[in-house]
């Protein structure tokens, strides 16, 4: 069996009420990039965020175990 590990990254723009709708449009490309990895068989093991003064980064660690 072989372990694989992969992330995604996704920057997330800090935005006031009038950039809203740009900040839950990133936060949905992440939410579809996860959900798109968990239907070829990832598993998100690890979410990590960093906040910064312009982007929040989402760093997900999935795995998969694939019999050889």
Do not use: C
């Amino acid at each position: 069996m072989e372990q694989q590990v992969t992330t995604v990254t996704t920057f997330v723009p800090v935005v006031g009420e009038e950039a809203l709708n740009r900040q839950l449009r990133k936060l949905g490309e992440r939410d579809s990039d996860l959900s798109q990895h968990v239907g070829n068989g990832w598993i998100l093991t690890h979410t990590a965020s960093i906040g910064g003064a312009d982007y929040t980064t989402f760093v997900d660690t999935l795995t998969r175990t694939r019999s050889e």
